[in-house]
């Protein structure tokens, strides 16, 4: 598996430890990890800290120009939220690690030209379904239902 979806799973693996969403990101520049982050709504009580809003967030500002170049290695395909991220920064690649229990807006994206490459990681999966079953309560608030 590649080391950037490996860095999105140990910070997916560390929301989970802080009693949080398993859901991790990292964003890559020039062969490099710039941002990275982990689903946070649980720890700080914030609707907006998605594993991939704090990827970006732990970036900092950046240039459109090194946005544009960058991939967004995402553990869990990516809301409306994060996907108009993506959108309004321009990120032309995202790599998710499974859309099996989260089937975000992927057809947005590629219908915006974004490339889209969904690695269906086993790790991801049992990671994800593993949280469903033992905090229903949490995943079902997050999805709203």
Request: aromatic share 6%; net charge negative.
């Amino acid at each position: 598996m590649d080391k950037f979806m490996l860095a999105a799973i140990d910070e997916a693996k560390l929301g989970l430890a802080e009693g949080g969403i398993p859901i991790g990101s990292v964003l890559v520049y020039d062969g490099e990890i710039i941002g990275r982050g982990h689903n946070k709504r649980v720890q700080s009580g914030s609707p907006i800290l998605h594993g991939e809003m704090d990827a970006l967030n732990n970036a900092g500002r950046q240039p459109a120009k090194v946005y544009q170049a960058s991939t967004l290695y995402t553990t869990l395909s990516p809301c409306s939220m994060c996907s108009g991220t993506i959108l309004l920064y321009g990120i032309p690649k995202v790599v998710i690690g499974e859309n099996r229990t989260f089937q975000g807006e992927e057809a947005l994206l590629t219908s915006r030209g974004v490339s889209i490459d969904v690695v269906h990681s086993e790790a991801c999966i049992t990671l994800m379904n593993n949280f469903i079953r033992n905090k229903p309560e949490l995943w079902n608030e997050d999805i709203g239902e």
